[in-house]
């Protein structure tokens, strides 16, 4: 596996909409494994291709209870709301508050292209919305209400 370099605010591959992810090869598994270990190593809790400079639509997440791949997600239901600090890998030593559905459930595909669905709550929410966004090319500082300092 190899560690790739996280892209930052103002690098325009973030402002663009990732592509749809057709080949579910090789290629694609390293770059999931490469993204699960550059977030892993970046101490983040999610990590969206196109913060390694690939616009695909896949997302990794590992809030502490094991790693999620979602390729191609798509929200399908959210309810409730919750307000919490949020940052990000490619907005480094930034914080804010941010508000977004308590629970979410969200349609996939595995790596293998297997559809799924998932269903998270709280932090889970907050993440599985957090990285969607980033393959729309959105950055959470969008959302932001209040920065939080240091």
């Known amino acids: 596996m190899a560690i790739r370099e996280i892209r930052t605010e103002g690098d325009e591959i973030l402002s663009k909409k990732c592509k749809v992810v057709q080949n579910f090869d090789m290629k694609l598994h390293i770059l999931l494994d490469d993204m699960y270990d550059t977030m892993k190593k970046s101490e983040g809790v999610g990590l969206a291709a196109p913060q390694v400079g690939i616009l695909k639509r896949a997302v990794v997440i590992d809030i502490g209870e094991g790693k999620i791949e979602l390729i191609n997600p798509e929200i399908i239901e959210e309810s409730g709301e919750q307000t919490g600090s949020e940052g ?36 889970l929410a907050r993440a599985i919305c957090h990285e969607a966004e980033h393959l729309d090319g959105k950055l959470f500082l969008e959302r932001v209400t209040k920065f939080i300092e240091d």
């Open 88 to 123: 990000c890998l490619s907005v480094p030593g930034v914080y804010g508050e941010v508000t977004r559905p308590n629970k979410v459930t969200v349609k996939a595909q595995d790596r293998d292209g297997k559809w799924f669905k998932l269903t998270g709550e709280e932090l």
